[in-house]
Nanobody
Framework: QVQLLESGGGLVQAGGSLRLSCVVS????????MGWFRQAPGQEREGIAC????????KYEDSVKGRFTVSRDNAANRLYLQMDSLKPDDTAMYYC??????????????WGQGTQVTVSS
């Protein structure tokens, strides 16, 4: 059974930082591209960062470029999202996902339950 479990969310002031983590079990982690998505209330889930299976290639949604960094530790089956210079607009539920194509939500097969990030002004 494939499981993805996010952690690291919380409440932070604007300008602050958080590091999200996603631990994956039940699949060969280093065979799969991974993505981070977020969903704010009343909005669709959007892809914000993705990373290739090897970690050698990354892609970001424009609003997070230069502020967020996606990385992975294949030995530990973990995916990370370092979020700096956080803004109130970054407030959302954040999800990790496995086995997809770039930032295309519909192509990802496996999803975590999410971790809440709230940025206060």
């Amino acid at each position: 059974q494939v499981q993805l479990l996010e952690s690291g969310g919380g409440l932070v002031q604007a300008g602050g930082s958080l590091r999200l983590s996603c631990v994956v079990s039940g699949l060969a982690f280093d065979d799969y591209a991974m993505g981070w998505f977020r969903q704010a209330p009343g909005q669709e889930r959007e892809g914000i960062a993705c990373i290739s299976a090897s970690g050698g290639s990354t892609k970001y949604e424009d609003s997070v470029k230069g502020r967020f960094t996606v990385s992975r530790d294949n030995a530990a089956n973990r995916l990370y999202l370092q979020m700096d210079s956080l803004k109130p607009d970054d407030t959302a539920m954040y999800y990790c996902a496995a086995d997809g194509i770039r930032l295309s939500r519909a192509t990802y097969d496996y999803w975590g339950q999410g971790t809440q990030v709230t940025v206060s002004s």
